[in-house]
């Protein structure tokens, strides 16, 4: 009686193992993209059709440990062309995820000699594996290199007249010092170029996908001399604001011309919606431990309802008072590329018919005060 309950105890668990093959097989091969799945709990490798037609020995099969399961995969996909750094990497991952309850990873691109893959992961506790799903980019992948190099091209062919213009326009500042009129003159076409370069910026910064602290050009400097050439640019463009800045001595690890540029996108902005004149002021200061930097204006403000979206791209606040206001949408969106870049965050805090404040943590980079010193307080009026 005991052997006939154990041989049906047999049985039903070898039952239950081909249903669960079955079941994980069918999934697979019923799947019109290219789809694997990685049973790491039996050492198994299921394929389907879709993806042997790019890799015909990435067949259905068991292995007897891990590592031969493992060692397989790395040297079909070396064997194709995938760089062997970059997939022995991606299976180092893979198997850090497997014992995890929640994994992180959910995709990633792998490039071979002829094409670009983009991997999808679905890991799965019972049994632990993880379903991959193939998609091939390489179409995709050429276009945004294509895209790049005509963005390049572009950024090339915009500056080279601007710098031109700056040029011959400071050198006709030097021979009109004593005209005050034509003097004020060329300061305004000069600054007129520096925010048409501003603008050009904008727009091709923001054909990128999203900036990466590997994109930008970290180097430490002091906080303040940026401050006091950003806020004098505005004191011919804007004559009817008072443009002011406090700030202690404060040296910052960061993107110095991608700082500028968020400091101009942010400015510009506060002047645009102060339409009457008024007061745009920049702040400085630490607060536990994080350097703080804020952009406050006394303008029309924004609703309630909107400041959950004015980071969105080409988003536009519908009211009446800014429909008259021009503007692309684009540079909010690109301030918080450049500050999320960093490891920073942006909010806003805004009272409708008041006035709005941008607010800057400059907290994951180290950061540190110069020098005790009394706060500098200017004012461009």
Known sequence: MRRFHRVRQKRSARQKQQRHTFSIASIVEEVQDAMCYIDFSRCRLYSNDSLREWYPSMTTQSFDTLETLTRYVYSTLERHGADSAQVMHL????????????????????????KTLHLIF?????????????????????????????????????????????????????????????YQMLTQVKQESERLERLVDNFLDYQKERYTADQLTVTTFALRPLLEDVMSSYQTTSPLHTVTFETNDVLIQADEEKLRQLLHNLIGNAIKYSPDGGTVHTSVFECVGTIILSVSDTGIGIPEEALPYVFDEYYRVESAAHQSIKGTGLGLRICKRIAEAHGWGIHADSVYGEG??????????????????????VSFD
């Not at 995820?97 to 002829?114: H, I, Q, V």
């Not at 709005?356 to 307080?377: A, G």
């Open 122 to 182: 679905n890991f799965t506790r019972t049994p632990r594996g993880v379903f991959i799903m193939w998609r091939d980019q390489t179409e995709a992948v050429r276009f945004e290199e294509r895209k790049d190099s005509f963005l390049a091209e572009l950024s090339h062919d915009f500056r080279t007249p601007l710098t031109a213009i700056h040029g011959y326009t400071e050198l006709l500042m030097t021979r009109h010092q004593g005209s005050e009129k034509s």
């Open 356 to 377: 709005t404040t941008f607010t800057i943590e400059l907290h994951t980079r180290q950061s540190c005060s110069l020098q005790s010193s009394p706060k500098h307080s």
């Open 91 to 114: 299976i180092q991952e893979l198997l850090e995820c497997a014992t995890e309850t929640d994994p992180k990873m959910t995709s990633r691109r792998l490039r071979f000699d002829d």
